[in-house]
């Protein structure tokens, strides 16, 4: 079973995202911050992670450019999954490491394949 780590400070967006995955067959382990992704991250290695990328600092590409500059954690896909959709969003996304890019709203499917297209499932 994969271990998505979701990472959003919405309550209602980390709840239908984690509730998505759990459906799918996947464990989820949901962190409201970035501070607390870091933290988890230190002691755990999830398969994916799913961040959003505005949060209190550090910001979403701040957590996303600590993971791939990490020996231990670089290889781990993320999905960037943020409101900010417009093609400068996307770029820095991809700059800092993003295996993908989502923005919100979107549709179950788009997050279902993309998750599953990363792991290889």
Same mark, same amino acid.
């Given at each position: ?10 309550? &209602?967006?980390? +709840?239908?995202?984690?509730? %998505?995955?759990? /459906?799918?067959?996947?464990? @989820? =382990?949901?962190?409201? &911050?970035?501070? +607390?992704?870091?933290?988890? %991250?230190?002691? /755990?290695?999830?398969?994916? @992670? =799913? ?8 910001n979403g590409y701040d ?59």
């Amino acid at each position: 079973m994969s271990t998505i780590l979701v990472v959003e400070d919405s309550t &209602s967006q980390r +709840e239908m995202i984690a509730n %998505l995955l759990r /459906n799918q067959g996947m464990q @989820v =382990v949901a962190t409201r &911050s970035g501070v +607390e992704a870091l933290k988890y %991250l230190k002691a /755990n290695t999830p398969d994916l @992670v =799913v961040l959003d990328i505005v949060m209190p600092n550090p910001n979403g590409y701040d957590v996303c450019r600590k993971m791939k500059a990490h020996p231990r954690t670089k290889d781990i896909p993320v999905i960037m999954c943020s409101c900010k959709g417009e093609e400068f969003d996307r770029y820095w996304g991809m700059k800092v490491g993003a295996d993908a890019y989502i923005a919100k709203p979107f549709h179950p499917d788009e997050m279902i394949n993309a998750v599953r297209q990363l792991l290889v499932l």
